[in-house]
């Protein structure tokens, strides 16, 4: 697996990555499966290797009370996107369900089915407000958000707690050294705790999706406005670029070069005091790293607009094609009603309010509370809905901010990226 791929897959919620630390299923593609015959209690699940784990305790418990057996055919990510245009583009599916990552929600709207009665008040209620936005397409509920993720801060509380930093941070800077809520905070806590090896955060080059959070968090839409028109030359771009170019300074050498999984590495070898993550990693610091147990989380950074960050949800959609459409809206229903079974698994993510909610005042679980709060954000929302998205990624965002923190022109590459999506876009 490549750089490139790592990076994407985990940047857009992927679950099988080595950051993850899932070690089970990565790579496996698995025979081709045969859809279930119509009216059939059997119904084929089509995952990316890893989202198994996050589902085995919904299909457990779907069989014990919807009588729906479960068969999970599991494939890399990006061998499961060929996978599954080449059979939506037959009309002849092998799958009754397909679990979507949500920048693929655009490419295969037209092949799934609405599960609109499945969307009852109820449940959008406790569904965060951005994956039930992002759900609804054409005006039909076309996936059901099976988990997601988000950026919060992880933050060394040693330092922050430590009686001599306490003091000289209130001397230097006049307030209380703690958990940054604001960007002018991080600013100062980055450069106060570079100091004796240590680095105050990290700037990873190497992935788009922190940046653009705090382009939410600024209160822009994120590169494409409503009407699909290229905004991401507008004030409110250029502010998070320079905002996020600013802390170089206080990060390790090599930005541009720095994906999800090095600045992960970073933190828990202890060589940077805060990092932007997604929540899941509190989760998974090793016991024997040298911060463990020493690590706080807090919501993401809010800005002018509020708190935000960019989710990373998956849906669990029923394909138009399939012979089994009842026992399939049946196990996405039983994914909705035993959301929390996800939180039991090696990832540990759900995608209800409640199911976080069950769980954030256990011991161990600390970063649920921020995760809440961050996917509740009123700046937080998801990414732009163009079948171009990935490419726009690859091709243009990433590229850009390589060059913005090695020391390039902020506006300049900004006005650069917005010709070259407007005629990705073309």
């Not at 499961?80 to 599916?93: A, H, I, K, Q």
């Not at 970063?367 to 990624?393: C, M």
């Amino acid at each position: 697996m490549s750089t490139r791929k790592f990076i994407n897959r985990l940047a857009i919620g992927g679950i099988c990555t080595a950051v993850a630390l899932v070690a089970s299923g990565c790579g496996a593609g698995g025979p081709a499966a045969t859809s279930g015959s119509a009216g059939t209690n059997t119904v084929n699940v089509l995952v990316e290797a890893g989202g198994h784990a996050e589902l085995t305790g919904v299909a457990e418990q779907c069989k014990k009370e919807a009588g729906v057996d479960v068969n999970f055919v599991e494939l890399p990510y990006d061998g499961m996107f060929n996978r599954l245009s080449s059979e939506f583009s037959s009309g002849n599916v092998s799958f009754d369900v397909a679990a979507l990552d949500s920048v693929w929600l655009p490419s295969f709207k037209d092949a799934v089915q609405p599960i609109d009665e499945l969307f009852t008040d109820e449940a959008k209620k406790d569904i965060f407000p951005a994956l039930v936005k992002e759900a609804n397409v054409d005006g039909h509920f076309i996936g059901m958000p099976a988990w997601t993720n988000a950026e919060i801060i992880l933050y060394r509380k040693d330092l922050f707690e430590d009686a001599k930093n306490k003091a000289d941070f209130k001397a230097k800077y006049g307030y209380d050294l703690a958990a940054p809520t604001t960007w002018k905070q991080y600013q100062d806590i980055s450069a106060f705790l570079t100091k004796d090896g240590m680095y105050g955060t990290d700037v990873k080059g190497g992935v788009e999706t922190e940046w653009l959070a705090h382009v939410a968090q600024a209160g822009s839409p994120m590169v494409l406005d409503a009407n699909n028109k290229v905004v991401i030359d507008n004030p409110a771009h250029k502010e998070a670029l320079d905002f996020y170019t600013s802390l170089v300074k206080d990060a390790p050498s090599g930005a541009a070069q720095v994906d999800w999984a090095a600045a992960q590495n970073l933190f828990n070898q202890g060589k940077t005091a805060m990092t932007r993550f997604w929540a899941h990693a509190y989760r998974q610091i090793p016991k024997d790293s040298p911060v463990a147990g020493k690590v706080g989380a807090a919501p993401m950074i809010a800005g002018s607009a509020g708190v935000g960050g960019v989710p990373g949800p998956w849906y669990l959609t029923v394909p138009k094609a399939t012979k089994n459409t009842e026992a399939a809206k049946k196990f996405v229903k039983c994914a909705y009603d035993y959301n929390d079974k996800g939180i039991e698994s090696t990832l540990g993510l759900a995608a209800r309010i409640s199911a976080y909610q069950k769980y954030q005042d256990q011991p161990g679980y600390e970063s649920f509370k921020p995760l809440i709060q961050t996917l509740n954000g009123k700046a937080t929302e998801t990414r732009p809905a163009t079948e171009k998205w990935q490419q726009i990624v690859d091709s243009v965002l990433v590229p850009m901010l390589q060059k913005a923190v090695a020391g390039g022109d902020s506006a300049t590459l900004l006005a650069d990226a917005k010709k070259q999506i407007e005629d990705l876009l073309k």
